[in-house]
C-alpha cells in the first residue's frame, strides 16, 4: 500500500471561552451554554449560503494541542484502557475532531453556535449539516460506554469547566462543582443535572455570545 501525503488547509477558526483543555467540556452533550463563533475566511463565504436554514452542524477540526499519538488510552469517561478508534481521544494518529453543535445563526461568514466543546483558536477543517434525514440511526450499540452511567457521565463530560452561572452550588446543595470535585457518586442524580447543564434557561441568553 502507497502511503500518499494529504495535506489539509484550514478554512477557519473557533472561537471559545475554553483556553485550557482539562476545563474544557469532551462533548458538545456536556456543553450547553458554551457559545462560540465559527469565523470562516472571506474567501470560503460563498460555501455557507442556505447554512441557517440547519438546527445544527457539524465542525471537523484539528487537535492543534494533542500531545503525541497513542493507540491504546483511558477514555474521559471510564478508567479502562480502549483502541483510541474505539474512543474520541485527541490522541490520534491523525488529530482530527468532530462536533455537532446548534446553529444560532450566521452572521456573515461568521457562525455563532452553542454546545461548543473545543479550545479557543481550533483550526477548522470543514462545516456540514447536521440533517435527520441521513444522520438519525435506531438500535444502535455503543460499546463500553454503555457500561457508564448517565451521572458519572454527565460529571466527567463536563471537566473542570466552570462558568458564573453554574458557580453558586450553595444555593443549589451540591458540591461536586467545587474547585476540587468530589466522586460522582457523592451527588445525586438530581444534583447533579442541576450543576451540570439542566437549566432550561439558555445561559446565552443571560451573559451574551463571547
Not at 502511503?3 to 477558526?13: D, H, S
Request: aromatic letters at 6%.
Amino acid at each position: 500500500m502507497t502511503r500518499a501525503r494529504v495535506i489539509f488547509r484550514p478554512i477557519g477558526v473557533i472561537r471559545t471561552g475554553h483556553k485550557s483543555p482539562e476545563k474544557t467540556p469532551i462533548q458538545p452533550v456536556y456543553a450547553a451554554g458554551c457559545c462560540g463563533r465559527v469565523h470562516v475566511l472571506p474567501q470560503y463565504a460563498a460555501g455557507l449560503r442556505d447554512i441557517e436554514g440547519f438546527s445544527h452542524i457539524y465542525l471537523l477540526y484539528v487537535f492543534h494541542k494533542a500531545k503525541g499519538v497513542r493507540l491504546t488510552v483511558k477514555p474521559f469517561m471510564q478508567d479502562v484502557e480502549h483502541g483510541v478508534f474505539a474512543t474520541r481521544a485527541p490522541a490520534r494518529p491523525n488529530p482530527v475532531g468532530i462536533s455537532i453543535v446548534r446553529l444560532i445563526r450566521r452572521q456573515g461568514n461568521t457562525l455563532h453556535v452553542d454546545g461548543v466543546d473545543v479550545l479557543d483558536g481550533t483550526p477548522l477543517l470543514d462545516v456540514k449539516p447536521y440533517t435527520a434525514k441521513f444522520d438519525v440511526i435506531k438500535g444502535t450499540r455503543n460499546g463500553w460506554q454503555d457500561e457508564v452511567s448517565d451521572e458519572v457521565a454527565m460529571v466527567r463530560g463536563r471537566r473542570g469547566y466552570r462558568k458564573e452561572e453554574y458557580v453558586s452550588d450553595s444555593k443549589r446543595g451540591c458540591g461536586c462543582r467545587k474547585e476540587k470535585q468530589v466522586d460522582p457518586g457523592k451527588c445525586s442524580a438530581e444534583q447533579v443535572k442541576k450543576c451540570h447543564g439542566g437549566k432550561k434557561t439558555h445561559p446565552c441568553k443571560k451573559t451574551g455570545e463571547r
